[in-house]
Every structure is written in structure tokens, then in C-alpha cells.
């Protein structure tokens, strides 16, 4: 399939923040005080990593938010205009623009996060629906729950009336109302996502197949529950599939990574790949975002993307 540059629009219904980024021997106890490694302000919320991943990864990207009139809105904006992401639908608000600290073990790469949403939680039903006409045109809705939930299942909703396949990241993990299922072509959990909304601990294959098989009875299409350095897992009602994660370097942090498939599997969706083909992209596309610090400015451009799919076939 070759679609038409219109057939690959995906749009992004989302956070920004911005990122504060401290490196770290260890986390501190309360109470404590710890000098850090180092530190980097940069573009960070879930929405905006994910468009700045389909972005890069060819996709043609609308995003949905909203931001305030402050240097944390400011560099997003600078963000957007570089990664040639359409930002019409982006509303402004007299508030803050949210922010992000993320504590990340200088040793492992692992992360902790807390996250202040800010102006774009402000995001209303109201103003999604001024974008009704873009989401129409698009191949797919993408979205997440830094939003505030009446939003994100009215996004849902709507794209859902008019034709639009979307997908649903459920990070950060919350306890999602029944009604949203059905909305949901694609759901994206990863291990603890999926444990918190199914009560079933997901520690190997077989149980994420189980906690996938539970979402499904509740009225979602398609499950890809991500696995980490395990990859992924799809499954459907006639489709159970394991999906190898991609190496592609020495990991550096793993901070991004689940946006990066978010990004990577819309984008391939967008494109008219099947499911499997969409989750191998999706994991290419993390696979790279790992071996990078940083959320946005690890997300990989296409070209990689495409090479490192050729060093490792399915």
C-alpha cells in the first residue's frame, strides 16, 4: 500500500510538559539531599513525545493541547515549528504550562517520574471538538490520560463517530469507567498499566496474555501490551502474537521509550502496515529512542528507523 500524504495524518490528543532531568547515583530518601550528575530542561508530556515520534517517523502530525504563555510553553512551541508538527488545535491558557521531574539512575537508565499536567489539562471537550474536522481526515487518533478523562474519552468518542481508528496509551496508569473500552481500536499498556486495570500481575508472556485477554472482553479491539526488553505482545480475538523487542545499542535511558512505540505504531498503522508489521515498527522505533538520553530528542528520524528494520528482519 502507498497511501496519499493524507491517509498518513495521524493526530495527537495530549500533554505537554516540560521535562526537568536529574541523573543520579540513587534515588533520595525524604528528608534527604543528594547531589545529582547532571541535568537538562527540555520538551517532555506524553502527547507531545509522541507526535515529535510520529513526527519523525513520517508521519504528517496534528497536535491537541494546550499551553500557557510562559518559557515552558515557549519551548514547545520553538519544538513544533522544527518537527514541522501542525499546531492549529494547540489552545492557549493564562496558566502555567505543566512540568515533568524525572529522576533517572545514572547506573541503569532506569526512571521515576512526577508529573504537574498544568495548562493542559485545561483542555475541554469543547475545544476537541473544534478540531473535528482534522480528526476526520486523519488515519488515526492517538491518545493518552495526562489529559483530564472527561477529554480524553470525549476524543475517543468522537473520533470513534466519525470512522477514525484511535489509540488509547493508558499511561499513566488510572481506573479507566467501562464506557471507554469500546472506544479503544488499540490499547497500549505496558506491564504495570495493564496489572492496574486488569488486577492480574503481568511478570512473564503468559500473563500478559491473560491481562490482554481480560481487556478484550471489556470491549477493545486490539491489545499491545509493551513488555520492555521483552517487546511487545499483540493480541486480538483471532490473534496472539509475541513481538521481539529491537537492540539497538547500549541502552542509555529508558525515559521515552513507551512514547517512541506509541509514535512508531500510529505511524505504521497510518501507513497501512498490519498489525504485526505496526508493532515491529513500534519497537524499532523504541529500540533506537533508548540508546539516547532525553524523551523528545531521543525519538529517531525515519531513516534509522528503516535501517535498523533492515539489520534485523523479522
Known sequence: MNPTPSSRRVTVMGSYVADLAFRIDRLPAWGETRMGQSFQLGPGGKGSNQAVAAARAGATVTFITKLGPDPFGEIARTLYRQEGIDTQYIFATPNPTGAAVILIDAAHGENAIVVVPGACFELTPAEVDRAAACIASSAILVTQLELSLPTVEHGLRLAHSLGVPTILNPAPAATLPDSIYPLCDYLTPNESEAAALTGIPVTDLASAEVAAASLLTRGVRNVILTLGAQGALIKNHTLTRHIPAVTAGSIVE??????????????????????????????????????????APSMPHRPEIDAIQAANPA
Do not use: H, K, W, Y
Not at 513507551?258 to 508489521?277: C, I, K, S
Open 254 to 295: 529508558t525515559t521515552g521509550a513507551g512514547d517512541a512505540f506509541n509514535g512508531g505504531l500510529a505511524t505504521a498503522l497510518a501507513e497501512g502496515m498490519d498489525l504485526t508489521q505496526s508493532t515491529r515498527f513500534a519497537c524499532a522505533v523504541a529500540g533506537i529512542s533508548v540508546t539516547r538520553p532525553g524523551t
